[in-house]
């Protein structure tokens, strides 16, 4: 229980709401508030609907935002709704409890459901990826030999400021090499603050990852490391022509963050 809570309290907020009678107006309001908050709203669905406990005049509602695998939970009358932690002062217990343990069944299948199509969806961008990485975008491939000729061939998107991808490629990604056919690297940049110097980081990976008997490992910790300003040797006519792929590739929206991390099948390994 404590695990679906936290999973569905939002930031405490009132808003106001001009709500009417069936769904139809509630979900405008609803589609306000989160895109107030700078959440993408493509489509909500309400999954229970029903009588607040313990509060008068406000009834509770849980939904789904399309594309987001965590419901809402919001208060509401017809001036207001409430999102967040709602505690009886009398008890300490959140207000919200009995309303999601009488409703549990509807939103673990509501819940089930989503997150399969979204692992449907992930698996048929990640075959769009190998796709455009196996023909379109192959000069941004660099290979790493496994240890395992009858494993998987793996594909590592990464960004060398990426934080994340700095402690998959210290602790994690010699485990991967050793269980696998080989690693399909491709290192890419995200535009976003601290990442100013990835997209000439990951071109002089690729441009020194292809020279004969490359360490990419090595070359890959080399990328990473913020003293090292080698990259700043890289080739610019050869960075150039490799950022401009990466940006179209980027622009695809396949890419959702890195590190992203698939076998040949396009299934998450991570």
């Given at each position: 229980m404590k695990n679906i809570i936290s999973g569905l309290l939002l930031s405490v907020a009132v808003v106001s709401s001009s709500f009417a009678a069936g769904?139809?107006?509630?979900?405008?309001?609803?589609?306000?508030?989160?895109?107030?908050?700078?959440?993408?709203?493509?489509?909500?669905?309400?999954?229970?609907?029903?009588?607040?406990?313990?509060?008068?005049?406000?009834?509770?509602?849980?939904?789904?935002?399309?594309?987001?695998?965590?419901?809402?939970?919001?208060?509401?009358?017809?001036?207001?709704?409430?999102?967040?932690?709602?505690?009886?002062?009398?008890?300490?217990?959140?207000?919200?409890?009995?309303?999601?343990n009488k409703n549990r069944v509807k939103i673990k299948k509501a819940l089930s459901s989503v997150v399969k199509k979204q692992k449907k969806d992930k698996i048929k961008d990640n075959k769009k990826l190998i796709s455009l990485f196996n023909n379109k975008y192959k000069d941004l491939v660099l290979t790493i030999k496994g240890g395992n000729p009858n494993g998987k061939t793996v594909y590592l998107i990464t960004?060398?400021?990426?934080?994340?991808?700095?402690?998959?490629?210290?602790?994690?990604?010699?485990?991967?090499?050793?269980?696998?056919?080989?690693?399909?690297?491709?290192?890419?940049?995200?535009?976003?603050?601290?990442?100013?110097?990835?997209?000439?980081?990951?071109?002089?990976?690729?441009?020194?990852?292809?020279?004969?008997?490359?360490?990419?490992?090595?070359?890959?910790?080399?990328?990473s490391d913020s003293n090292n300003k080698a990259y700043k040797k890289v080739n610019k006519k050869f960075a150039k022509k490799m950022i401009a792929q990466m940006k179209v590739l980027i622009s695809s929206g396949l890419i959702k963050g890195t590190p992203t991390i698939f076998d040949q099948n396009g299934n998450p390994t991570r």
């Open positions: 769904h139809s107006q509630l979900k405008k309001d609803i589609s306000k508030y989160f895109t107030r908050n700078k959440v993408n709203v493509k489509s909500i669905k309400i999954i229970a609907e029903g009588k607040a406990i313990n509060l008068k005049n406000l009834h509770a509602v849980i939904g789904i935002i399309k594309g987001n695998s965590k419901p809402f939970l919001l208060l509401y009358n017809k001036d207001t709704m409430i999102a967040g932690s709602i505690i009886n002062r009398n008890n300490g217990k959140t207000i919200f409890t009995d309303f999601i960004d060398p400021n990426c934080p994340y991808c700095q402690e998959y490629e210290k602790n994690e990604l010699s485990g991967t090499i050793k269980k696998s056919k080989e690693i399909k690297v491709i290192p890419i940049y995200l535009n976003i603050p601290g990442h100013e110097t990835s997209p000439m980081r990951s071109s002089w990976l690729i441009e020194q990852g292809n020279k004969k008997g490359a360490d990419i490992v090595s070359l890959m910790h080399k990328a």
